[in-house]
């Protein structure tokens, strides 16, 4: 990946699009922004190969990132907290939620950052009637 420098951040280029990164939302994403949401779409991602692997009957998954920062250490991040809320049919949270530490334990994201961010996820099930 190249990167480079303009006036208010910096730019890059993929093959779907360009992505620019400030410190300033005005002209970008944000470094932070780009982190939890690296960790967010992994953990998603990987939840939601499980589950179509093990066939779960589900409609939507939403997950809302809270994020705690420390502004006395460069506002660095110390904590993401991801909340699932998944809408299915005849969902079994316990087996959710093994599912959920499996993914956890196979995001390379998350187990990137594990030792250094505070990475905590919460599931809530929405049943629904056919």
């Known amino acids: 990946m190249d990167f480079y420098l303009k006036e208010n951040g910096v730019r890059t280029s993929f093959d779907y699009g360009q992505l620019n990164i400030s410190g300033d939302e005005l002209f970008g994403f944000r470094p932070y922004q780009l982190m939890v949401a690296s960790i967010a779409g992994c953990s998603i991602g990987v939840f939601r190969k499980i589950l179509d ?53 196979n995001c390379s994201m998350v187990q990137s950052v594990q030792n250094s961010i505070d990475v905590e996820e919460t599931l809530e099930c929405i049943q629904l009637s056919k």
């Open 53 to 105: 692997k093990q066939r779960v009957d589900y409609e939507d998954i939403k997950v809302t990132a809270e994020v705690t920062r420390n502004p006395e250490e460069s506002n660095r991040i110390e904590k993401v907290h991801l909340h699932y809320v998944i809408k299915g049919y005849h969902l079994n949270q316990d087996k959710l939620l093994k599912n959920l530490d499996i993914s956890r334990n």
